[in-house]
């Protein structure tokens, strides 16, 4: 009896592991597989279209040139530190100069500011949406008079968005000594104006939607406005309002690398179009791992996020996906 | 009647629609006693809970009004608590918190009457809980506990606002046979300890006559009213498996079984038998007023 037992339940484990690990790794060999297949049939300008090799090939190389780039940088620093102690040794008020390197962004600095320039404009999104969301939640008639304007901004798309942002930014943004490129506000400001809607729309929604019976507990505990706020009403979106911030990166993020291009802030996007420009032999094969790069990053972000909503989330029968 | 404690006065509810207003409640009149238990039964959508958020001024009555120790509701408030049918704990709080909410909005603010320290509030949330046999899961949250746990955490929320008269509609409608007879056991208890006055919606015949000193039973819907008031003259405290036997017990489960069921039919069960009730209404009104 005991036997059995144990038996079907490694007979289950087995599969289970088949089913989470076995099947999706055969559906990525299938895609290289064709992937590889048809990209030989394919001749571009550039050459033939890289197939998986060719990538993984430029992947190492971005990663050598990172790490060749940071030991230039190392020694860089080192020589100037060199060169300063001994000038001090010599004259000991001498007046010592200390530069910053100045070299060419990486591949994996490009990917750092791609994901610095996001945040920036997810943040200022959600401090946007958030309380625009909870306020028009809150009222139908104002959600009534701000629907029209947001179904009418919300599909628009970043392309369109970019031109005005980078006027405006030039106009306004007027500063002998700046703090931030012109081009990564443009950047910012475009992902903020185009991934505000999904959180604004769900924060609204899961404001107007609080169960009937929790606004009477605060009617009958006669709780002010405030605490009714904070207390029943917040508490209550937050899982709706999670949707909407999960749905808003994962636009923002699609949204930067236009963005980016167009803007020439020195992210993802930015690689991309230079590459493009750059039309070397290699190129297409360095965009397909700036593809591959993007995708693995979103993928992150997104769970990221998932990983936020479980925790915060109350509702722990909801099955996060 | 002398001592009116609460005083539904001349009640009639109308409801805007499309096609006009509809008219729920008509003339209900009720006087209570303070500490009386009163039980309203009827069929479903006959305005019972109408009656009962009118009462605790979730609803404001078309006519007539509701007078609690001769001030008018026309507001919710603390001293009137809901015992909601399904607990309306909010679920991302413990048992704890959510006794805490109210007893922090009743007993927290600066310029409370009854104004109690935090060691004191601790106390009297614990005290609560207690009451209604819910120290050992205090701090566990809605989702970790059963459906008749929920709802002694509802009534413990509504207790711990030291209410004068506290409101249940259905409270124990969702829970199995057992679990209900368990928790009416439990609301005897608290009412023979505290002697709040309460109203309490019901479908259940037996839960109606074990429970209450006064059970009312309402007439169908639309423009429903009260069709027979039965004043239940058992000792307490009562004991429901003595009382099954009790004469008196059946003939009043009896009576109010007789009126559901032959005099208050279910609307649009039969149209003979919608026009006979038409024809008895007046007969019931007649009832209404000897039994008051």
């Known amino acids: 009896m005991k036997l059995t037992r144990t038996k079907t339940f490694t007979d289950e484990q087995y599969s289970v592991f088949i089913r989470t690990y076995i099947f999706p790794l055969i559906a990525i060999a299938l895609f290289l597989g064709i992937w590889g297949m048809s990209a030989s049939q394919v001749q571009t300008s550039l050459g033939q279209l890289p197939g998986p090799t060719a990538v993984f090939e430029q992947a190492s190389n971005l990663v050598d040139e990172h790490v060749a780039a940071r030991e230039k940088e190392a020694s860089f620093y080192e020589r100037q530190e060199k060169r300063n102690a001994e000038k001090l040794v010599k004259n000991p008020d001498a007046e010592i100069k200390v530069r910053t390197y100045t070299g060419k962004a990486t591949f994996f600095d490009q990917i750092l500011t791609s994901l610095v320039t996001v945040f920036t404009g997810f943040v200022m999104a959600s401090l946007i949406a958030i309380p625009i969301g909870i306020i028009t939640g809150l009222s139908n008639d104002l959600y009534r008079s701000i629907n029209p304007i947001v179904q009418l901004l919300k599909p628009v798309s970043p392309l369109a968005w970019l031109p005005i942002v980078t006027m405006v930014v030039s106009a306004v943004y007027v500063s002998d000594d700046p703090m931030f490129d012109k081009s990564y506000l443009t950047s910012a400001f475009t992902v903020m104006l185009c991934c505000m809607w999904p959180t604004l729309i769900n924060t609204a929604v899961g404001v107007s939607t609080v169960d009937k019976d929790l606004i009477n507990v605060s009617k009958v505990l006669r709780l002010g406005w405030f605490t009714k706020v904070y207390k029943i009403i917040l508490p209550s979106a937050v899982p709706m309002i999670f949707t909407g911030l999960r749905l808003s990166l994962s636009i923002g993020w699609m949204v930067l690398i236009a963005a980016e291009m167009l803007a020439q802030n020195p992210g993802l996007g930015k690689f991309v179009w230079d590459e493009f420009q750059n039309g070397s032999s290699n190129s297409l094969g360095r965009i397909m791992v700036a593809v591959i790069a993007i995708g693995i990053v979103g993928y992150m972000l997104d769970r990221g996020m998932l990983m936020l909503q479980k925790k915060v989330s109350w509702d722990k029968s909801v099955v996060l996906r | ?292």
């Open chain 2, 1 to 292: 009647m002398k001592n009116t404690h609460l005083n539904i006065d001349h009640i009639s509810m109308e409801f805007p629609t499309p096609d006009g207003p509809y008219v729920a409640l008509q003339d209900v009149d009720l006087e209570m006693r303070e500490g009386e238990f009163v039980s309203l039964i009827g069929h479903s959508g006959c305005g019972k809970s109408t009656v009962l958020n009118v009462v605790a001024g979730l609803y404001k009555a078309t006519k007539g009004g509701v007078v609690l120790d001769a001030k008018e509701v026309n507001e919710p408030g603390p001293e009137r608590a809901v015992v909601f049918q399904n607990h309306s704990l909010l679920p991302w709080l413990t048992a704890y918190e959510n006794v805490e909410l109210a007893v922090k909005q009743v007993f927290g603010r600066f310029n409370s009457k009854q104004r109690k320290s935090k060691a004191e509030m601790k106390e009297w949330i614990e005290h609560n809980l207690h009451l209604v046999h819910m120290d050992h899961a205090m701090h566990k949250r809605p989702d970790e506990i059963s459906g008749g746990m929920k709802q002694r955490v509802g009534i413990a929320r509504a207790l711990a606002m030291e209410p004068k008269v506290l409101l249940m509609d259905e409270p124990f409608g969702a829970l199995d046979a057992l679990t209900r007879a368990h928790m009416q056991e439990s609301l005897m208890e608290i009412h023979a300890d505290l002697g709040n006055t309460v109203i309490m919606i019901t479908h259940d015949v037996d839960e109606a006559v074990l429970l209450s000193d006064r059970i009312v039973m309402m007439t169908n819907g639309p423009a429903a009213g009260i069709g027979e008031i039965l004043e239940i003259d058992l000792p307490r405290p009562r004991d429901r498996v003595e009382l099954s036997g009790n004469a008196k017990y059946n003939h009043y489960r009896h009576e109010v079984l007789q009126f559901l069921y032959e005099r208050q039919r279910r609307p649009g069960e039969e149209v003979a038998a919608v026009e006979q009730e038409e024809k008895s209404s007046p007969a019931l009104k007649v009832v209404k007023t000897e039994a008051a």
